[in-house]
Nanobody, 121 residues
């Protein structure tokens, strides 16, 4: 069983940056695809970014967000730059087997508890 814990959320002004981190216990991230998802109030959970053998991004965050993995620390980070009010959501990390599509939330078997990101002036 993989236990995931997100950190790094908070309140930031439009145009600002935040770095989210997902820490795992029980397994190493290098054995899985890791996805970042977000869910805003009244909306469905949506894919943001993923990393496994490759990286993948939602169109809405391409060029602004970067996902990376630190094997020594066993963390997967999401660097978010040029943040917009529409990025406001609870952000979750999740893991699934390597080699499968990143985008479907239903294919991930372990999720963190989420961290709130609020972009507002």
């Amino acid at each position: 069983q993989v236990q995931l814990v997100e950190s790094g959320g908070g309140l930031v002004q439009p145009g600002g940056s935040l770095r989210l981190s997902c820490a795992a216990s029980g397994r190493t991230f290098s054995n899985y695809n890791t996805g970042w998802f977000r869910q805003a109030p009244g909306k469905e959970r949506e894919f943001v970014a993923g990393i496994g053998w490759t990286t993948n991004y939602a169109d809405s965050v391409k060029g602004r967000f970067t996902v990376s993995r630190d094997n020594a620390k066993n963390t997967v980070d999401l660097q978010m730059n040029s943040l917009k009010p529409e990025d406001t959501a609870v952000y979750y990390c999740a893991v699934k087997p390597l080699g499968s599509s990143y985008h479907l939330a239903s294919t991930y078997f372990s999720w963190g508890q989420g961290t709130q990101v609020t972009v507002s002036s």
